[in-house]
């Protein structure tokens, strides 16, 4: 069955410290992973978009890594500040199902305390 | 920047009640979607649309239906709200491609209804 898994489920660090968000995917094929911020009450916005041959890619502060083979995404917050405070939600693509599938991990929620 | 809206924020309906939720685009987008989140689940798609008069079931599609008279506009509609239909309601758009062309989907702020 493809899942997407994330971990942990809740996290609280101190601002300014760095942080790093697991992904575990089982979905096969797949075309992309992105990560996705949802603050509380809104939508999510789009930070990393990666295909199975990128391994890393930044988005200022947020940097995503990519292990195609161990299915396997991190997204890693440096120099955390109080308005990174949402939850981080991990998503595969799968064309298999169609084109407009995508399996969607149930988010990391992060806390910053200051 | 996109810019997708969803008409309201909150809603209260009561159980039997036809609910309409309206989203909005202004980047000329084919692709739109629905979505619900529920706490810790995923976002799971309600129903989609390629271009006007067009849709797609998605994975959660029973007591809902959808409507794309207008490229810019995708209404989704809750024939008889029930209790199990409280939940975050989640619109979205992305350009021709398909999520597969690593396309960013947009999404607009949610819509939290609660039926009573």
Sequence with gaps: KNQVEQSPQSLIILEGKNCTLQC?????????LRWYKQDTGRGPVSLTIMTFSENTKSNGRYTATLDAD????????????????????????????????????????????? | DVKVTQSSRYLVKRTGEKVFLECVQDMDHENMFWYRQD???GLRLIYFSYDVKMKEKGDIPEGYSVSREKKERFSLILESASTNQTSMYLCASTREGGITLNEKLFFGSGTQLSVL
Excluded at chain 1, 24 to 32: A, H, I, R
Excluded at chain 1, 70 to 96: E, G, M, R
């Design chain 1, 24 to 32: 575990n995917y089982t979905v096969s094929p797949f075309s992309n």
């Design chain 1, 70 to 114: 161990t299915k396997q995404s991190s997204l890693h917050i440096t120099a955390s500040q109080l308005s990174d405070s949402a939850s981080y939600i991990c998503v595969v693509s799968n064309p298999v199902e169609s084109n407009y599938q995508l399996i969607w991990g149930a988010g990391t929620k992060l806390i910053i305390k200051p």
């Design chain 2, 39 to 41: 706490p810790g689940l």
